[in-house]
């Protein structure tokens, strides 16, 4: 009997490894380039594979996505692509990187404003460029007034902080106001606002808020989510106190944002399953995780967003085309470089 048994054993595993291998060698899968942290995705995708039996391999790239994606070519494994800023989002499409997709899903889901027409890119998120002031030193009445375009003014002479002005944050920032005001206006603005700083434009977002708690600036330029993650302790017990050391400001009602997004890449190897994971990424509950995770505001119309964001006050994106945004930016770089912000 157990020589039976082991020998209908032994013939049932040969029998069915044949038809299981295969079947597993085509098990499904997509391959995920991103330069977003493990931290994020990795709870989403997890819960993706979960709902959908459709297993992710995630890239994290550092940097240089689109060079990799281009060197790569028809080869690449590639099949979807989730980066943060407009101008990386629409370098990849200005390369031909990525193809159009059509889906009533993601159309549904993402205002036609943060998607491409022709289906070539999609928002995923977006995130403010605000303003931090300091609690201290500058009425809530004065910061609710504040905009951009106030940082310039010789009141804050010497009390200005900011970042590299070549720092794509800035660049999407800055795009967003020469299509506002015009590349004469831009080239007069950066003067004036470099004239203000308190120091050297360089370091990073959170820095901004270290150094007005530290007396440096009263005010300075950052996204929203980093006042999320210094607020939430998430930074530590040092970061929390500079996140309290300023106001967010959203100015002027009319916010600039940037966005992260995401492509299906032109050689997908696995387009389906690639649209499946974008039509997950859209979904209310991905959505929550996706843009509270890293204090975000979500794309979906709908989505709760986290109670720290919510604090900063009602988003109202400044009326612009992403696509035209991420197009000033070798302008940007140039008026940036002519008026030796970072110097
Ligand atoms: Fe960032």
Same mark, same amino acid.
């Given at each position: 009997?157990?020589?039976?048994?082991?020998?209908?054993?032994?013939?049932?595993?040969?029998?069915?490894?044949?038809?299981?291998?295969?079947?597993?060698? !085509?098990?499904?899968?997509?391959?995920?380039?991103?330069?977003?942290?493990?931290?994020?995705?990795?709870?989403?995708?997890?819960?993706?594979?979960?709902? %959908?039996?459709?297993?992710?391999?995630?890239?994290?790239?550092?940097?240089?996505?689109? !060079?990799?994606?281009?060197? !790569?070519?028809?080869?690449?494994?590639?099949?979807?692509?989730?980066?943060?800023?407009?101008?990386?989002?629409?370098?990849?499409?200005?390369?031909?990187?990525?193809?159009?997709?059509?889906?009533?899903?993601?159309?549904?889901?993402?205002?036609?404003?943060?998607?491409?027409?022709?289906?070539?890119?999609?928002?995923?998120?977006?995130?403010a460029?605000a303003?931090?002031?300091?609690?201290?030193?500058?009425? *809530?009445?004065?910061?609710k007034?504040?905009?951009?375009?106030?940082?310039?003014?010789?009141?804050?002479?010497?009390?200005?902080?900011?970042?590299?002005?070549?720092?794509?944050?800035?660049?999407?920032?800055?795009? %967003?106001?020469?299509?506002?005001?015009?590349?004469?206006?831009?080239?007069?603005?950066?003067?004036?606002?470099?004239?203000?700083?308190?120091?050297?434009?360089?370091?990073?977002?959170?820095?901004?808020?270290?150094?007005?708690?530290?007396?440096?600036?009263?005010?300075?330029?950052?996204?929203t989510?980093?006042?999320?993650?210094?607020?939430?302790?998430?930074?530590? *017990?040092?970061?929390?106190?500079?996140? *309290?050391?300023?106001r967010v400001v959203l100015?002027?009602r009319?916010t600039?944002?940037?966005?992260?997004?995401?492509?299906? %890449?032109?050689?997908?190897?696995?387009?389906?399953?690639?649209?499946?994971?974008? !039509?997950?990424?859209?979904?209310?509950?991905?959505?929550?995780?996706?843009?509270?995770?890293?204090?975000?505001?979500?794309?979906?119309?709908?989505?709760? %967003?986290?109670?720290?964001v919510e604090s900063f006050g009602d988003l109202t994106?400044?009326?612009?085309?992403?696509? *035209?945004?991420?197009?000033?930016?070798?302008?940007?770089?140039?008026?940036?470089?002519?008026?030796?912000?970072?110097?």
């Amino acid at each position: 009997m157990t020589r039976l048994r082991s020998a209908l054993l032994a013939l049932s595993f040969f029998a069915v490894t044949p038809i299981v291998a295969p079947a597993q060698a !085509e098990a499904a899968e997509v391959n995920l380039y991103t330069t977003r942290e493990a931290g994020l995705l990795k709870p989403l995708t997890d819960r993706f594979t979960a709902e %959908t039996g459709i297993q992710v391999n995630t890239v994290f790239v550092q940097g240089g996505l689109a !060079e990799r994606l281009a060197a !790569e070519g028809s080869r690449s494994r590639a099949d979807v692509a989730i980066v943060v800023d407009v101008g990386n989002l629409m370098e990849l499409v200005d390369r031909d990187l990525s193809q159009p997709i059509r889906s009533e899903v993601l159309e549904g889901a993402i205002p036609a404003n943060l998607r491409d027409p022709q289906g070539r890119w999609f928002a995923l998120s977006t995130r403010a460029r605000a303003i931090y002031a300091s609690r201290e030193r500058i009425s *809530e009445a004065d910061a609710k007034a504040l905009t951009y375009e106030a940082l310039a003014e010789p009141r804050f002479k010497g009390r200005v902080c900011i970042r590299s002005g070549q720092h794509p944050y800035n660049t999407a920032l800055f795009s %967003t106001l020469l299509i506002a005001h015009g590349e004469p206006w831009l080239r007069d603005y950066l003067t004036k606002l470099k004239g203000n700083l308190a120091r050297r434009a360089a370091g990073g977002d959170r820095e901004v808020a270290r150094d007005i708690m530290a007396g440096i600036c009263d005010v300075g330029v950052a996204n929203t989510y980093y006042a999320g993650l210094m607020l939430s302790g998430r930074g530590g *017990e040092e970061q929390k106190l500079w996140g *309290e050391a300023v106001r967010v400001v959203l100015p002027g009602r009319e916010t600039a944002v940037n966005i992260t997004g995401a492509i299906v %890449t032109r050689h997908a190897p696995n387009r389906a399953e690639a649209l499946r994971l974008l !039509e997950f990424m859209v979904s209310p509950e991905a959505q929550t995780v996706y843009a509270n995770g890293n204090f975000e505001n979500p794309v979906r119309p709908g989505t709760p %967003t986290n109670p720290i964001v919510e604090s900063f006050g009602d988003l109202t994106p400044r009326d612009v085309s992403m696509p *035209e945004v991420a197009a000033r930016r070798a302008a940007v770089s140039r008026i940036v470089d002519e008026v030796g912000f970072d110097r």
